[in-house]
């Protein structure tokens, strides 16, 4: 079974500071990978995703994830925090690929996201 | 292109009532997933429908059910609400083809149905 896990459900970071997201996933066959944002009372909004090739993702707003498997993680960063990135950022991982299935994905619990002007 | 579409935004219930959610697709998009999230519980997956049959199904009881349309529309269905099904209730809507290579399909989601049980 697939699982995911968002180290610190909170984060602070200054505006113009490194964003730095952390995620860590769990899946018994080559996983994809998502990172989406909510923000407040809105659905949720694609940053980047991994399925094969380039292990270096570049998404959305200037955010990028790197893919190591050895380290079984998928880390979102970003060079310099503004302050529309306040939000709620989820990782998410998909295994399901056989069943034709981008469509079900595994969330993590989501990294509140503060920026500090 | 519109995106997707849920309606009703906001609902309250009350104990052993039933309630139906409805998903509008972006256009040409086949395939409608269902999410439940609670601050409880986080983001998790109810089912998935690709041309009117459920595909994937996510670990919940059966009081929880939906069904697609021809026209992709989806709707989710809770029978005899309990407490705990407050939550925002999420669709997302994809390709989901069998000729659609999966790294190249997105979902892309709704802005949720919010429901309260009282």
């Known amino acids: 079974a697939q699982s995911v896990t968002q180290l610190g459900s909170h984060v602070s970071v200054s505006e113009g500071a490194l964003v730095l997201l952390r995620c860590n996933y769990s899946?018994?066959?080559?996983?994809?990978l998502f990172w989406y944002v909510q923000y407040p009372n809105q659905g949720l909004q694609l940053l980047l995703k991994?399925?094969?090739?380039?292990?270096l993702v570049k998404g959305i707003n200037g955010f990028e994830a790197e893919f190591k498997k050895s380290e079984t993680s998928f880390h979102l960063t970003k060079p310099s925090a503004h302050m529309s990135d306040a939000a709620e950022y989820f990782c998410?991982?998909?295994?399901?690929?056989?069943?034709?299935?981008?469509?079900?994905?595994?969330f993590g619990t989501g990294t509140r996201l503060t920026i500090i002007p | 292109k519109a995106g997707v579409t849920q309606t009703p935004r906001y609902l309250i219930k009350t104990r052993g009532q039933q309630v139906t959610l409805s998903c509008s697709p972006i256009?040409?998009?086949?395939?409608v997933s269902w999410y439940q999230q609670t601050p409880g519980q986080g983001l998790q997956f109810l089912f998935e429908?690709?041309?009117?049959?459920?595909?994937n199904k996510g670990n919940f009881p059966g009081r929880f059910s939906g069904r697609q349309f021809s026209n992709s529309r989806s709707e989710m269905n809770v029978s005899t609400l309990e407490l705990g099904d407050s939550a925002l209730y999420l669709c997302?809507?994809?390709?989901?083809?069998?000729?659609?290579?999966?790294?190249?399909?997105?979902?892309?989601f709704g802005p949720g149905t919010r429901l309260t049980v009282l």
């Open positions: 997302a809507s994809s390709l989901g083809g069998r000729a659609i290579p999966y790294s190249t399909d997105t979902q892309y």
């Open positions: 899946s018994s066959v080559p996983p994809y």
């Open positions: 991994y399925t094969t090739g380039a292990t």
């Open positions: 998410a991982v998909s295994d399901d690929i056989t069943n034709f299935g981008n469509e079900k994905l595994t």
């Open positions: 256009s040409g998009h086949r395939s």
């Open positions: 429908y690709f041309s009117e049959t459920q595909r």
